[in-house]
């Protein structure tokens, strides 16, 4: 059974440009989760989907976006770069809205220049 | 707010000795009690979690202690191993499931061979 893939692994952004980043779930799961990782503020939690209705959303700027699809997948979009979002972005699914366990991608490291 | 505390920040021990890293928590309302285990380039993977209906779960040589009164709760690695170096994330959500998980700054383990 294939995991979380994260799409793509890498990516060099300017200040200012937008960025959308891919998520595809294990297949079945049909709740998608989206994290900011830094150094400075660890993980935190910017939003959840299922069945491609947001549910939750954290405490981040209206810059940050997200979507599902009707196959799961998601992407998040940042617009407007700034370098504070240089971060390792982490998608995670789970089998049910609520599912217990949560099943984390690679991510995506994400670098404003 | 941090509401999720985790120490210590680092951690060094030997080779078969036990490794602990504790939490504490300050939203009563938090039912869901997972520790993820993240490796460099990888995203995080539970290893272990509890519900604060039960004190104590162990899983091989992963045991969580759970103390809800005191509002915290612990990992436990018996017989560390060179292995086990990665970071350790202590987790906490509300409703009994995996969404919205409200993460630990982490704790960097080292076991030494």
């Known amino acids: 059974k294939a995991g979380v893939t994260q799409t793509p692994r890498y990516l060099i952004k300017t200040r200012g440009q937008q960025v959308t980043l891919s998520c595809s779930p294990i297949s079945g799961h049909r709740s998608v989760s989206w994290y900011q990782q830094t150094p400075g503020q660890g993980l935190q939690f910017l939003f959840e989907?299922?069945?491609?209705?947001?549910?939750n959303k954290g405490n981040f700027p209206g810059r940050f976006s997200g979507r599902q699809f009707s196959n799961s997948r998601s992407e998040m979009n940042v617009s407007t770069l700034e370098l504070g979002d240089s971060a390792l972005y982490l998608c995670?699914?789970?089998?049910?809205?609520?599912?217990?366990?949560?099943?984390f991608g690679q991510g995506t490291r994400l670098t404003v220049v | 707010q941090q509401q999720v505390k985790q120490s210590p920040q680092s951690l060094i021990v030997q080779k078969g000795g036990i490794s602990i890293i504790n939490c504490a928590y300050e939203n009563t309302a938090f039912d869901y009690f997972p520790w993820y285990q993240q490796f460099p380039g990888k995203g995080p993977a539970l290893l272990i979690a509890i519900r604060p209906d039960v004190s104590e779960k162990k899983e091989g040589r992963f045991t969580i202690s759970f103390n809800k009164s005191a509002k915290q709760f612990s990992l436990h690695i018996m017989d560390s191993q060179p292995g086990d170096s990665a970071t350790y994330f202590c987790a906490a959500s509300i409703g009994g499931s995996a969404r919205q998980l409200t993460f630990g700054s982490g704790t960097q383990l080292t076991v030494l061979p």
């Open positions: 995670a699914s789970s089998s049910l809205s609520g599912g217990t366990e949560a099943f």
């Open positions: 989907y299922f069945s491609e209705t947001q549910r």
